[in-house]
């Protein structure tokens, strides 16, 4: 087993400290302990997952196994792992990868900061790579700080967008059940064909429905499970509730989950899941500006108007003082849109001061951020040759903050400032 980079596991703060969640945390995890049965002065329940990751994306007809697949220059399953991480009651990520991806697993896991993650080496199949993961976590090795859950997710690694309510739900469930799964309606008709390739017969598909992920178990039940079943089942087997029906009596509790539980499987499975990304991420702009009253002014009518113009956007104004209290929340919020207003400046500090807190916060080593630098410039009294070497330092400026994923676009606009008034 590999416990990942140094410090992979269990640490105080979830994933990259990005997120002021902490609040947030605290109540999921209290939702947690309730929905458990949990007593006050009790430890909470003790949740792992595990991700199969071994997969070779052959459907998928790319050469690059598809949960590694760049989605906005950034690996696939590192949206996955994202989504998982900011769950503070989950204390232990496994991911079975194959020994020929070790190290690409690795240089993700440090490259983008995620924590809590133990590498296993993945199976042939899924199944064994699953078996592989909760070995990891039932048995105690030497220099490994991963210890035997209460209850353990299995989700892919190639679905990035669950959220923490179905992961809730889930583990609610199967601490009752002992197993639980989310679901979806069946979009087409199951039919089975015969020998001959004639229809046999078709499912009544008001009756039956589509598997999904995450799953959860106690884990003494689908680890026995693992331990009984055939090299058949972990040969030819994909489904983990039916294991844990087979060889533990075990009926699972079915969770109608979310529309946005689809796996990533085909090449244009791809541009959706990028699609979906900018979506979220473009939700919100936030209008930066300095102290004074005539940039309050400006960025106020700048603000009315994004608000006009993009009437599903959340548009916020705050102040680059010194302090920038405000401003350093909404970065932890992880807003990763901004226009910062710049009057009568041709250097623009502003736009610089915002870029190093931008950079200081490490908010693009998860998604690109968009800024937009505006400049008002009195044209009687800036040269026209003054306005061209703003251009060019923002250019420059640009090239440099591209390299740490801050995609930077300038915008100069000339008027009279004894008009301003009117």
Not at 163 to 176: I, P, S
Not at 307 to 321: G, R
Not at 360 to 367: K, P, T, V, W
């Amino acid at each position: 087993m590999e416990p990942g980079p140094p410090g992979s596991s269990r640490p105080t703060e979830p994933g990259p400290c990005l997120s002021s969640q902490q609040g947030a945390d605290q109540a999921a995890s209290a939702s947690l302990q309730s929905a458990a049965g949990a007593q006050p002065g009790r430890h909470s329940l003790a949740v792992a997952a595990v991700l199969p990751a071994g997969g070779c994306g052959e459907r998928m007809g790319v050469p690059t196994p598809k949960q590694f697949c760049p989605i906005l220059e950034r690996p696939l399953i590192s949206y996955t792992l994202q989504a998982l991480e900011r769950v503070y009651w989950i204390k232990d990520i496994v991911v079975a990868v194959t020994g020929e991806n070790m190290e690409v697993m690795k240089s993700i896991i440090q490259k983008y900061q995620h924590k809590r993650i133990s590498l296993v080496e993945a199976g042939v199949t899924r199944h064994r790579s699953i078996f592989n993961g909760l070995k990891a976590l039932a048995e105690d090795q030497l220099n490994c700080k991963l210890s035997k859950p209460e209850i353990v997710i299995v989700h892919d690694a190639v679905r990035p967008f669950v959220e923490e309510d179905t992961l809730l739900k889930v583990v609610t469930a199967a601490k009752k059940h002992g197993a639980a799964g989310a679901i979806r309606p069946l979009v087409s008709t199951v039919i089975s064909p015969s020998a001959d390739g004639c229809l046999d017969h078709s499912l009544e598909r008001a009756r039956h429905r589509a598997s999904e992920m995450p799953q959860a178990f106690l884990f003494d039940v689908i680890y026995e499970a693992y331990q009984q079943c055939s090299d058949y089942d972990l040969e030819f087997g994909t489904e983990c509730l039916q294991l844990a029906l087979k060889y533990c009596c075990t009926k699972a509790k079915l969770v109608e989950g979310s529309p946005d539980l689809w796996k990533v499987t085909y090449k244009r499975d791809l541009y959706a899941v990028e699609s979906i990304i900018k979506e979220k991420i473009s939700q919100e702009i936030c209008v930066v500006t300095d102290i004074e009253e005539d940039n309050k002014y400006v960025s106020h009518l700048l603000e009315e108007v994004l608000k006009s113009e993009l009437n599903h956007v959340k548009v916020t104004s705050e102040a680059l003082c010194h302090a920038g209290r405000d401003l350093q929340q909404i970065i932890l919020d992880q807003c990763y849109n901004f226009v910062c207003v710049n009057v009568m400046t041709s250097d623009f500090q502003e736009t610089q001061k915002l870029l190093s807190m931008l950079e200081e916060s490490n908010l693009s080593i998860l998604y690109p951020v968009v800024v937009v630098s505006v400049h008002f410039l009195d044209f009687k009294l800036v040269p026209p040759s003054q306005k061209m070497e703003s251009l060019m330092l923002i250019r420059e400026f640009a090239k440099e903050v591209k390299k740490r994923n801050i995609w930077l676009c300038g915008l100069l606009i000339s008027y009279p400032q004894d008009e301003q008034e009117h």
